[in-house]
T-cell receptor, first 112, second 116 residues
Framework: DAKTTQPNSMESNEEEPVHLPCNHSTISGTDYIHWYRQLPSQGPEYVIHGLTSNVNNRMASLAIAEDRKSSTLILHRATLRDAAVYYCILRENTGTASKLTFGTGTRLQVTL | DTAVSQTPKYLVTQMGNDKSIKCEQNLGHDTMYWYKQDSKKFLKIMFSYNNKELIINETVPNRFSPKSPDKAHLNLHINSLELGDSAVYFC???????????????FGAGSRLTVL
């Protein structure tokens, strides 16, 4: 899987929007962009994924740059429960198994 | 109902022992995985099975032997445990959909193995 680059950590105030950036300049034309998060002492949890168009679901929004070399995960109103490590991962569009390569992710701290 | 359940949640054992971790998913998924998260928090894939067939086998010591009795279960047996095996082991599963890139993983809560 192609490599992604994320900031090590970010901070946000509760109830404010959070924009988590991810660079993936070597993305191939068929790679999907996936985001997972890992809350303290829990397993990773799927957040959202996309290919080219921006995506929204109940957890977050995903904004994908036109050249697909970067993307941004948007949490519209951060809560204390959103404090986690967020991973941006590229998933090849082949194979029956999702061999996801987790990087170091961005540790999001949310404060009152 | 827990979608992906692992047992035990915690496991403390001595070096040289043999231990197993069990995983079950009730999501009807075709593919199951074992991931390892070490003390530095890096998550790495170890194995993946699709319908009981091994399809991913990363560079893992052969002391680690996965077994999938059916597509809902994937167990991990570890022989001759070493200090470096201490980690959190996560089981996961995914559905094989028509678009491979869109398949997402559901993870279990993890099994923390401590080797003394």
């Amino acid at each position: 899987d192609a490599k992604t680059t994320q900031p090590n950590s970010m901070e946000s105030n509760e109830e404010e929007p959070v924009h988590l950036p991810c660079n993936h300049s070597t993305i191939s034309g068929t790679d999907y962009i996936h985001w997972y998060r890992q809350l303290p002492s829990q397993g990773p949890e799927y957040v959202i994924h996309g290919l080219t168009s921006n995506v929204n679901n109940r957890m977050a929004s995903l904004a994908i740059a036109e050249d697909r070399k970067s993307s941004t995960l948007i949490l519209h109103r951060a809560t204390l429960r959103d404090a986690a490590v967020y991973y941006c991962i590229l998933r090849e569009n082949t194979g029956t198994a999702s061999k996801l390569t987790f990087g170091t992710g961005t540790r999001l701290q949310v404060t009152l | 109902d827990t979608a992906v359940s692992q047992t035990p949640k915690y496991l403390v054992t001595q070096m040289g022992n043999d231990k197993s971790i069990k995983c079950e998913q009730n999501l009807g998924h075709d593919t199951m995985y074992w991931y390892k998260q070490d003390s530095k928090k890096f998550l790495k894939i170890m194995f993946s099975y699709n319908n009981k067939e091994l399809i991913i086998n990363e560079t893992v010591p052969n002391r680690f032997s996965p077994k999938s009795p059916d597509k809902a279960h994937l167990n991990l047996h570890i022989n001759s445990l070493e200090l470096g095996d201490s980690a959190v082991y996560f089981c996961a599963s995914s559905r094989v959909g028509p678009v491979a890139g869109a398949n997402v993983l559901t993870f279990g809560a993890g099994s923390r193995l401590t080797v003394l």
